[in-house]
């Protein structure tokens, strides 16, 4: 193929017109189309070319091959084989690349890792999918020590929810699993305008730095399992979600309300507050004095 910038409208639309590919909703497909936008992903990113880098959904390759620029190899996971004929078109020549045809969500990350970096830590680079963003975000995050940070477009909301603080209506369960695992800000939101076909919502870029070590000092199994029961149903009170919520196997401690409530009172916090309002750290301090209780 003569060179053809497919990180454009009509560069985008020359590949997947030759290749009659159309945006798949199943997967959640809109490919950018903003070379501005790519530049700034991998400079949030902070990529050189020390560093080897995931791409999650390279698509029609756009990203990818600014990546292999800037990174000193490149490791794409692509569910949707249809794109084959795609990929080997637009990346030709670019030996720096391996693509993985895999869903993400069943592909053993360590093992990129050891094979692809010498088990050292990568940098993930990502436009995820809406439907599946928290889903992978945390596989990602969980995978201690395989990852360096995780730069990823997502949905405006998502981000706010991801960054949100304690008492705004957007904080929640997966707010501080993030914030446990990693060092979350958002670099750029990004227009509808920048992608084909138009999602119906505004963008945003975010990066997640990993923590080389848990910000609170909790049993983690149990701390989360506190988390989830305080937000499984937000409009109770956490000392009745907790109890509701742990009720239903995420421990075999037997918590009553009057735990948590005893607890709460200790801390300084009213017995009827929801857990919207406490901190990672006092979620922590929380679930350590229930753990020990009995």
Wanted: proline letters at 4%.
């Amino acid at each position: 193929m003569e060179y053809i910038d497919i990180c454009t409208p009509g560069g985008t639309l020359y590949v997947l017109d030759k290749f009659g590919i159309k945006a798949r909703k199943k997967y959640g497909q809109n490919f950018l189309i903003d070379s501005n936008i790519v530049r700034k992903i991998i400079s949030a990113a902070g990529i050189t070319k020390e560093d080897c880098v995931l791409e999650i959904g390279p698509g029609i390759g756009t990203m990818t091959g600014m990546l292999s620029e800037a990174a000193g190899h490149v490791v794409a996971v692509e569910i949707d084989e249809s794109l084959r004929p795609v990929l080997t078109e637009t990346l030709a020549g670019r030996d720096n690349i391996d693509i993985i045809w895999n869903d993400v969500l069943k592909t053993d990350l360590r093992e990129i890792a050891d094979r692809h970096n010498g088990g050292r830590p990568m940098k993930v680079v990502a436009n995820l999918p809406y439907y599946v963003t928290t889903p992978i975000i945390m596989k990602l995050l969980k995978e201690k020590g395989c990852f360096d940070s995780i730069t990823v477009m997502v949905q405006k909301e998502v981000a706010e929810r991801i960054c949100s603080a304690p008492g705004n209506k957007n904080y929640g369960a997966i707010t501080l699993a993030v914030k446990y695992y990693s060092e979350p800000e958002v670099v750029t939101d990004v227009s509808p305008n920048c992608f084909i076909p138009r999602p119906g919502v505004t963008s945003s870029v975010l990066c997640l730095k990993a923590r080389d070590e848990a910000p609170v000092s909790a049993d983690e199994k149990f701390l989360f399992a506190v988390i989830r029961a305080s937000f499984n149903q937000r409009r109770k009170t956490i000392a009745n979600g907790i109890v509701s919520g742990l009720e239903h196997g995420d421990t075999d401690k037997n918590i009553t309300r009057e735990d948590v409530q005893k607890c709460l009172s200790e801390m300084g916090l009213k017995e009827d507050v929801r857990g919207e309002k406490l901190s990672l750290e006092e979620f922590a301090e929380l679930s350590e004095k229930l753990r020990n209780m009995r």
